[in-house]
């Protein structure tokens, strides 16, 4: 998938002008802005007014900051926008995730890959979950993945993603930590998690996938069981009781981090300055509210280290891909 300069240069301004139109621009020319690779109204949006409305309330910057929808290509629009267009912009930040990071591995950005730009930092991050009904047979993980050794084919998994997405990557570590190929998965996407989570309790899949955050209006209900949070370790609050894979001997961490990057030419000075100003608003008490209320959990990662982060995971989910037959 590749995206020509006119091409970019014409459809810029395009999308600048439905940012205008819809009232999401509120910064003056001279100000700072956040790209949002999609739609209105989902998870990279979620991750630009993040920053936007966390700087802002903070006093971290002087003016509103500007949130610019692009979508196209699953994040390759606005990747090649920033590599192609807006190189060096010293005001410029692009929300990324875990998914941004997966479609570099499957080569779905085009001629670019995960070293074209500069990663700046993650301000929250969400987790994968193993969700069964709660009058499933397993109890725990290790339950579920005992009988899935026995009869891989006969246990449906569904999610929010085809194979190769994000959700279908959860399915597919998990049963690779316990010695079962991921060719061997019997998987069903759906459109989200909604979705999925609707064809659980139907009966039509026997376990989804999803993350933690997307979970907690079901938690008391008593409708569904977790049997593991794919997180370094437990996490509190209503999550508290959910063991992590890893503590049940299946080593698998799934992180849906919620970043930033910025073009390839920006300099020192810039990306040293936005670095500072990040790790400040993580720091932030205000700050861990307003992230706690869209869902996410503490995480702070910055500048080089997020940067060689990321490029790790990047590596990380190529092998994955070559190993199940996603790619060459």
């Known amino acids: 998938m590749k995206f ?31 790209i949002a690779p999609a739609k209105p109204g989902g998870g990279y949006d979620l991750t630009c007014r993040l920053a936007a409305n966390g700087l802002q309330e903070t006093g971290l910057i002087d003016k509103p900051m500007m949130v610019t929808y692009m979508p196209g290509g699953i994040g390759a629009v606005a990747y090649n926008h920033v590599n192609g267009v807006r190189n060096d912009d010293p005001n410029l930040i692009v929300a990324a995730s875990t998914g941004a990071a997966v479609n570099l591995a499957l080569g779905k950005f085009g001629q670019y890959d995960a070293s074209e730009v500069r990663w700046l930092g993650a301000l929250g991050v969400d987790y994968g979950a193993i969700v069964v009904k709660a009058d499933a047979p397993w109890q725990t993980l290790d339950d579920l993945m005992q009988d899935l050794k026995k009869r891989p084919g006969g246990i ?23 010695g079962i190929s991921p060719r061997k998965l019997r ?41 593991a949070a794919l997180a370094e ?6 999550y508290a009781d959910i063991p992590t894979a890893a503590e049940q001997g299946y080593d698998v961490e799934w992180p849906i981090w919620r970043g930033y990057y910025m073009g390839p030419d920006v300099s020192d000075k810039a990306y040293n300055a936005w670095e500072d100003r990040l790790e400040k608003l993580a720091d932030n008490e205000q700050f861990a509210k307003m992230r706690e209320a869209r869902g996410l959990f503490p995480m702070a990662r910055f500048g080089d280290d997020f940067d060689g982060y990321v490029k790790k995971q990047v590596a990380q989910f190529k092998q994955l891909a070559k190993e199940v037959g996603l790619s060459q």
């Open 4 to 34: 020509n300069s006119a091409f970019l240069r014409w459809s810029a301004p395009l999308v600048m002008g439905a940012a205008l139109m819809t009232g999401t621009a509120h910064a003056q020319a001279d100000g700072t802005e956040c």
């Open 187 to 227: 998987y069903v996407a759906f459109e989200g998690g909604g979705e999925s989570l609707a064809a659980l309790l139907g009966d039509h899949i026997q376990v989804f996938t999803g993350d933690l955050s997307e979970l907690r209006p079901h938690l008391e209900s008593g409708k569904v069981r977790v049997l």
């Open 233 to 238: 370790e437990r996490v509190g609050g209503p």
């Open 156 to 178: 449906v998994f569904g999610a929010g993603g085809t194979v190769g997405s994000q959700d279908w990557m959860k399915a597919a570590l998990t049963a690779k930590a316990a």
